[in-house]
């Protein structure tokens, strides 16, 4: 069947909350997808951010097969080794002592901390502007963006928003009914925004200065994205900092739907019994999933990659002059373009067979598999100039 054909079946089956799809795909490998036509592509995108290990990477399919085949689903009413053991891998990672919830998603991960704020006593949350946090209620509430809130107003509330990177007015908006500060370390929706060196370490001085919880959202940036397993731990993005609770999804089980929120020090226990649950979260196979990617990141050296080809990308996408400004960490790039014309970049990007995103009207995200090749981006990088030109062409 073709993409058309599909297409149009997507149309009369599927509420229509994402737009049209911009391509059917049926099959993936590495860092290679192909449409319902046939035609090959290089992710750039990476499933936003989700498909660290590529598509098919025989180890995250032997780890899901056998523990399918093994233990698919228990329910929390029974514990399994997979989920413990991913537990103690990511509090290990993480360095801290603490306490996971695993749940099916970001957001989900989102509203698990959130809840864990209300049980400090306190309700008043500070977040930032450019911020996302997820769409279920508690982490739309959090998501400063007027057209995903709007619709759906009154959300929780009593959250204050400052804008992002300016450590003054984060302090300022801080006081003693502060439940906690919830911050992305770089910001991913938003484009992959970097906040400025000290940001991160000037927040948990703001929350230390009146007991509130420092919550970092690294949901987009975790497991290896920006080069270091945690965006906070990255000494090119930030001072180390020590927060209370990290969120974590996208990455973590490299295409299985898996989140976590992570407590850590007395955050850790705010969540008693009874307070929170899932029916799925913390699922074997899911957790089996994860264990995997976090094995094939420390075998195949991972964040080493992610560090140095996020380097060659950076270089290659900031090369042609439409290219204003180039920021991020590791294989997490944003790139501003100098015309508002990112989508029809994307277009001309994709007849061309590569699969980029666009997060605003003059801003790109790059998020590739961290087991993309050097050729691979070079490749990528003899197309972009030429992409950039027949854009460039079209507007004129
Ligand atoms: C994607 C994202 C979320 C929401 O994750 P979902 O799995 O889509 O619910 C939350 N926070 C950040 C930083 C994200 O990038």
Redesign the pocket.
Known sequence: MSQQQWRDRYAGALMNTFGPPRLVLTRGSGARVWDADGREYLDLFGG?AVNALGHGHPALVEAVTTQLTTLGHVSNFFATEPQVTLAERLLALLGADGRVFFTN????A?EAAFKLTRRTGRTHLVATEGA????TMG?LALTAKEAYRAPFEPLPGHVTFVPYGDADALAAAVTDETAAVVL?PVQ??AGVVVPPRGYLAAARRACDAHGALLWL?E??TGVGRTGTWFAHHNPTLADPVRPDVV?L??GLGGGVPI?ACVGLGDAAVLLEPGNHGTTFGGNPVACAAANAVLDVVEAEGLLEASDRLGKLLADLVGEPEQVVAVEGAGLFVGAQLAGENAAAVVTAAQERGFLLNNTGPARLRFAPPLTVTEADLRAFGDAWAGILDAVHQEDA
């Open positions: 936003i998603s970001g957001t989900e989102n996302f946090h997820g769409r982490a992305e991913g929706e959202d949901v987009q969120t999804a996208k989140g």
